[in-house]
């Protein structure tokens, strides 16, 4: 069983809406440092950098890190707070290591891993034995990987967890749109499956690269 959902959401908030976790804001950070820590907030961040790093090597699927060093092979790369990125082994290093490999087993377990992909990421949840890029690009194999094409067929293949939003930027949401007619008029959508798609989606004009536009 596969299923996908909307990657979690931390609680920063400029508009009273929740919004990803690698979305904190569009404007500079005034000099203040983020004191980087293992709040509930922070390690969804830790979250997705550990799973950005395990799709880019296309690692297998996991129910668990079985020990420190295991996890510590995936913690490399840069976290980011107001766009400024801070070595993630740098902070690892500030932090308890037993603390984090709990609570990084807890998001596993509840949210499944993540497929990160530059602005684009889902959590997926599985028994199957996948390997995460892999799986995501066999969606749609002669598509470019951030194309709109493979949420649609998520969609299509009933793997989108009933009860959850995908929020989109405008232009995917646009993009969405355009693909949805060809794929009707094409006869590969029904009415019945568009309704679906449209109503699990949320389109939120957010800046959501999850790494600064450089």
Avoid at 130 to 138: P, R, V, W
Wanted: hydrophobic share 35%; proline share 5%; with cysteine.
């Amino acid at each position: 069983m596969i299923k996908f959902s909307q990657i979690p959401y931390s609680t920063y908030s400029y508009d009273g809406m929740p919004k990803p976790t690698w979305v904190k804001a569009t404007c500079s950070p005034n000099g203040i440092p983020h004191n980087f820590s293992l709040s509930d907030d922070d390690m969804l961040t830790y979250y997705l950098e550990i799973f950005r790093n395990r799709t880019a090597k296309d690692k297998p699927y996991i129910d668990q890190y079985n020990s420190i060093e295991e996890l510590e092979e995936d913690i490399y790369g840069n976290c980011l707070y107001y766009w400024v990125p801070k070595d993630f082994k740098e902070i690892y290093y500030t932090l308890d290591k037993q603390e984090f490999f709990h609570k990084i087993n807890v998001l596993i377990k509840q949210y499944g891993n993540a497929i990160v992909i530059k602005h684009r990421a889902l959590c997926i949840k599985t028994d199957e034995s996948i390997n995460l890029y892999s799986f995501y690009k066999g969606l749609c194999p002669d598509e470019d990987i951030l194309s709109i094409c493979i949420p649609i067929r998520i969609f299509e293949l009933g793997l989108w967890e009933e009860g959850s939003l995908m929020y989109m930027t405008n232009e995917d949401y646009y993009n969405l749109l355009k693909e949805i007619l060809v794929k009707h008029e094409a006869g590969e959508l029904t009415e019945n499956q568009i309704e679906e798609i449209i109503d699990s989606v949320i389109i939120k004009d957010w800046i959501i690269d999850i790494k600064p536009i450089q």
